[in-house]
């Protein structure tokens, strides 16, 4: 039983380094969020039919749909809260 906890717990560090959006154990739940914000918000430009979709629904032009997706990655979840440790 141990045995198949330990495989689990290696592929899963396997998994970790392999793929950016899995996430480490340092990341912040900010960081966390940001890559998931980001992630989405990719798939929605990448695809053009969403496009065309959300610029029917917000009544705009797939264009300026595309531009404000492409600046909300900037800064997906707003800006970064401060560290604990930054004391000026």
Known sequence: MSCDRMNINRSWDHIQSKYVGTGHSDMTKFEWASNQHRD???SHVGHHDMLCYLAVAQGVSVGRVRYDLLEKMLQPCGPP?????DEG
């Open 40 to 42: 989405s918000i990719g």
């Open 81 to 85: 809260p401060e560290k604990e440790g």
